[in-house]
């Protein structure tokens, strides 16, 4: 069974630093391509992050770009979101996907979420 | 960027109704697009990938299909289950812009 779990979202103060974590199990991590979404409260999901399977390719939204950096480590089987210099509108549940390998893009495998709250 | 945009943004509808959902590009993205449920405090759930292909363990009552800008997604019979929101999502382009959304509720 496929499994995502998030972690690390907490209280940050504007200007902080976080690393969100997430581990993988029941699936070829190595092989898989993954992203973070991100879902403001009460708002729709954001796309914020890509990682090819090996690491080489990243992609960022232009809403994090300079600020998060993506990455993994294949032999933790683990995928991780560094974000730097947090803002108010970071605020939001943080989900690790992992896409479906197929020709379409398409995100079919998600974690439960890590809630990011960035406030003074 | 591409721009996602759902119509209706809520929709009220009863037990056995068929619905359908409308999400417009501003582009063509060919056949790229996503569609997801999302219930109250979980994580989305993929239903449709290209445009028209189910996702397994997805009941058959949903359905997609379009092309270019233009898409629908289709509950023939609304079951208790199905109220929740609807995203669609393009992935033609990164980033992969999500719609804002179609909450479907009990009318």
């Known amino acids: 069974e496929v499994q995502l779990v998030e972690s690390g979202g907490t209280l940050v103060h504007p200007g902080g630093s976080l690393r969100l974590s997430c581990a993988a199990s029941g699936f070829d991590f190595s092989s898989s391509e993954m992203s973070w979404v991100r879902q403001a409260p009460g708002k729709g999901l954001e796309w914020i992050s890509y990682?090819?399977?090996?690491?080489?390719?990243?992609s960022y939204a232009d809403s994090v770009k300079g600020r998060f950096t993506i990455y993994r480590d294949n032999t933790k089987k683990s995928l991780y979101l560094q974000m730097n210099s947090l803002r108010a509108e970071d605020t939001a549940v943080y989900f690790c996907?992992?896409?479906?390998?197929?020709?379409?893009?398409?995100?079919?495998?998600w974690g439960q979420g890590t809630l990011v709250t960035v406030s003074s | 960027d591409i721009q996602m945009t759902q119509s209706p943004a809520s929709l009220s509808a009863s037990v056995g109704d068929r619905i359908t959902l409308t999400c417009r590009a501003s582009q063509t993205i060919s056949n790229y697009l996503n569609w997801y449920q999302q219930k109250p405090g979980k994580a989305p759930n993929l239903l449709i990938y290209g445009t028209s292909n189910l996702q397994s363990g997805v009941p058959s009552r949903f359905s997609g299909s379009g092309s270019g800008t233009d898409f629908t997604l289709t509950i023939s019979s609304l079951q208790p289950e199905d109220f929740a929101t609807y995203y669609c999502?393009?992935?033609?382009?990164?980033?992969?812009?999500f719609g804002q959304g179609t909450k479907v509720e009990v009318k």
């Open positions: 996907v992992r896409e479906s390998g197929g020709d379409y893009g398409d995100f079919a495998w």
């Open positions: 990682v090819s399977s090996r690491g080489p390719t990243k």
């Open positions: 999502q393009q992935s033609y382009r990164t980033p992969r812009t």
